[in-house]
């Protein structure tokens, strides 16, 4: 039974290396901020709202946390929502299994469907997602969502597992890159130079990096960027504001948690936690609060670092 720490600094914050100490707070400690879930996951900040907003795939339903109440309740229910992010006029950008698309919920809730087909076949599950700072919206394309009942239905896949590309003006729709085994968390960096995506269908479970072309529309040069090993499991990451990746990790005693790696690939830090996180994201009034979706629970660190602004 996982207890929050009574001391400073917390244990379950652990630095491996000198880089790791300036990003954390010696008197801050893992809170979980809620319980009941199934598979928490792709959790977004709404800074003018001062909430959270996360899914929870297998209840079908989106949850969300006010950070000044600390009340939880639904926000919405229906599409079997995975990864979400916001665009730069501030609206929800959701991938949804149960509709095999990436969708925009409008000021007035209203839903608008961005992808769900590339040169006229079905997607596979949209998973992960990202704004970059040109309007465009990068999302991965795994099989989880249609390879069980759990989070979605059952379906054969139309398409491979790729990364795309919609145009922020256009709309229209490209594949960024191919013949990634099914391709899962993504983020950029800093100054959008960089592209992370995690690779979770090979073994071991790797995160590539790629550089992002000059005219902003696709990547060049990919090459791994760490190797899980033998049991790491990484999923949805987000960077801070130094270009260092925090990766949702598991699985097992030991590995589950959040994994921190400098921007050269070494890992810098890892906070420890009861249970498998999935995805994570920095929010709060100064985006020092890190949130991190976590199998049935939410959790939340304040950290010394600002998270990269991603929307």
């Known amino acids: 039974m996982w207890t929050p720490s009574e001391c400073y600094p917390d244990p379950s914050v652990e630095i491996l290396d000198p880089r790791f100490r300036g990003l954390v707070e010696t008197h801050a400690a893992v809170e979980r901020l809620a319980q009941g879930m199934r598979w ?3 959790p977004v900040w709404f800074g003018d709202q001062r909430c959270l907003i996360w899914s ?50 409008e000021f007035d809730g209203a839903l608008t469907v961005l992808a769900d087909r590339f040169e006229g076949k079905r997607l596979n599950s949209p998973n992960d997602v990202v704004v970059k700072s040109d309007g465009s ?82 990547v060049a040069n990919g090459r791994v960027f760490a190797d899980a090993g033998p049991e790491g499991t990484p999923d949805g990451f987000r960077c801070d504001v130094k270009g260092n990746l925090w990766a949702g990790w598991g699985v097992g005693e030991g590995l589950n948690g959040v994994r921190v790696f400098a921007p050269d690939g070494d890992v810098i830090g890892h906070v420890h ?14 985006r020092t609060r890190l949130f991190m979706a976590a199998s049935q629970s939410l959790y939340a660190l304040h950290v010394r670092v600002q998270g990269a602004p991603y929307f």
Request: net charge negative; proline share 5%.
């Open 56 to 105: 929870d795939i297998p209840n079908d339903r989106l949850m969300r946390f006010e950070e000044e109440t600390g009340a939880v309740g639904v926000f919405r229910r229906g599409g079997f929502t995975n990864g979400n992010t916001r665009d730069r006029q501030g609206r929800l950008i959701s991938c949804q299994h149960g509709a095999r698309a990436v969708v925009r919920t």
């Open 137 to 218: 919206v990068w999302f991965t394309d795994p099989t989880f969502g249609i390879s069980t009942y759990y989070e979605g239905s059952i379906a054969e896949p139309e398409l491979p597992t790729n990364v795309y590309r919609i145009d922020g003006t256009s709309g229209r729709m490209s594949c960024v890159i191919a013949g990634i085994d099914q391709p899962n968390g993504l983020c950029f960096s800093p100054d959008e130079k960089r592209l992370y995506v995690v690779e979770s269908g090979a073994r071991p479970r790797r995160i590539h990096v790629f550089d992002v072309t000059d005219d902003g529309e696709g």
């Open 40 to 42: 928490a996951e792709g």
């Open 273 to 286: 936690l009861p249970e498998r996180c999935a995805n994570l994201c920095f929010g709060g009034r100064h």
